[in-house]
């Protein structure tokens, strides 16, 4: 076994502390490499907390991962020693259902493994996240990443990146298309970029006045307050897609009434509670309202071969990994431009 060291928390009523684990051995289709840099997820805090369900403990988060290949298996062909290399989401996944052979192994039929909180594919070993040194993961599940790019700031890519670029995607937005992103933090930025660089019109939905600047600054092309009742008068009816990235509770109603006929709303963001949704929300005017998970292993890469195309990274702010319950508590109170990263060095 491969001796690891990495931050856990034991219980969702403990804070995370250095601790010590194995990792597998690296085997003929695995790829070790040592964690440079893994991205913060809200997502992370949800999960040590208990919020979305019960977690498996004790739990090392983390799945915005970049790092330098130092093993691979003797059959692998992707990667060789000294190659940068990414994981995201996903560590592994069943590969024989009809989702997995279409490539969308995060909607794994027989349950995919998550890079944390979750177990490998025999369905009893612990899978461990990115707050590490260290990790080993089949090929088929590790990512290329361009040396081009500002790895600290790719590491974000690996969630926000492909959460935001594959609705997008999937629902052909682009030129002639008015969208809009709900919220401006860590995956709502990287909305913007894409959805910008998409060729789409780009608003900024937000209830603090004082992110106007930023989203300008991002590249987007109008603003609304969504406290100001006038601003959201001004643009009922009007999108054709919105993209949903807000994870604290907010009324989908309102949200709904911003769509044009045909319009769509699609979640990405997952608050702790149940939505209510009116059925008059998406009768009147034959609305959509959707979700979207992560990408596939083919997406996700096309999106990093994109962003490493267009120079599009996320913009961050770097940590010690002793700083990470204050990063948590300045991340809920929307303290962050836009996503934090551990520096691993300082593990």
């Known amino acids: 076994m491969i001796q690891a060291k990495g931050y856990a928390t034991h219980s969702p009523t403990t804070n995370?502390?250095?601790?010590?684990?194995?990792?597998?051995?690296v085997g003929p289709h695995d790829v070790q490499?040592?964690?440079v840099y893994c991205?913060?997820?809200?997502?992370?805090?949800?999960?040590?907390?208990?919020d979305w369900f019960p977690g498996i403990f004790p739990m090392v988060p983390g799945h915005e991962i970049v790092g330098k290949v130092v093993k691979v298996g003797d059959h692998?062909?992707?990667?060789?020693?000294?190659?940068?290399?990414?994981?995201?989401?996903?560590?592994?996944?069943?590969?024989?259902?009809?989702?997995?052979?279409e490539g969308?192994?995060?909607?794994?039929?027989?349950?995919?493994?998550?890079?944390?909180?979750?177990?490998?594919?025999?369905?009893?070993?612990?899978?461990?996240g990115g707050y590490s040194n260290t990790i080993v993961v089949h090929?088929?599940?590790?990512?290329?990443?361009?040396?081009?790019?500002?790895l600290a700031a790719v590491a974000p890519l690996l969630c926000a990146g492909i959460t935001?670029?594959?609705?997008?995607?999937?629902?052909?937005?682009?030129?002639?298309?008015?969208?809009?992103?709900?919220?401006l933090g860590g995956l709502g930025h990287m909305g913007v970029k894409f959805g910008v660089s998409f060729g789409a019109e780009v608003t900024v939905l937000s209830t603090s006045a004082s992110k106007e600047a930023d989203a300008k600054k991002l590249g987007a092309h109008k603003f609304v307050v969504t406290s100001d009742p006038e601003q959201v008068k001004a643009v009922t009816g009007y999108f054709d897609f919105i993209l949903d990235t807000v994870s604290a509770p907010h009324d989908l109603n309102m949200y709904l009434s911003l769509l044009r006929t045909d319009g769509t709303l699609v979640c990405v963001g997952v608050p702790s509670k149940p939505s209510e949704v009116a059925a008059f929300s998406i009768i009147g005017?034959?609305?959509?309202?959707?979700?979207?998970?992560?990408g596939g292993l083919p997406e996700t890469q096309e999106m990093l071969d994109y962003c490493a195309e267009h120079n599009i990274v996320s913009d961050i702010e770097m940590i010690d990994i002793k700083d990470i319950h204050a990063s948590y508590d300045r991340m809920v109170k929307g303290d962050v431009r836009y996503r934090f990263v551990i520096d691993m060095a300082t593990l």
Do not use: M
Request: net charge neutral; proline share 3%; hydrophobic share 30%.
């Open 33 to 35: 490499f040592d964690i």
């Open 164 to 183: 935001t670029y594959s609705p997008l995607r999937h629902w052909k937005i682009g030129k002639g298309h008015k969208i809009a992103i709900l919220g």
């Open 76 to 101: 692998v062909k992707k990667f060789k020693a000294g190659d940068l290399a990414a994981v995201g989401c996903l560590v592994d996944s069943c590969r024989t259902c009809e989702n997995c052979q």
């Open 16 to 25: 995370l502390e250095p601790w010590n684990f194995e990792r597998r051995e």
């Open 39 to 50: 991205g913060v997820c809200h997502s992370d805090l949800h999960q040590i907390k208990n």
């Open 285 to 294: 005017g034959r609305k959509s309202l959707a979700g979207s998970g992560i």
């Open 139 to 150: 090929e088929d599940f590790v990512l290329h990443v361009s040396e081009n790019l500002n």
């Open 104 to 128: 969308l192994e995060q909607y794994c039929l027989n349950g995919s493994s998550p890079t944390y909180n979750g177990f490998e594919q025999d369905k009893k070993t612990p899978t461990y």
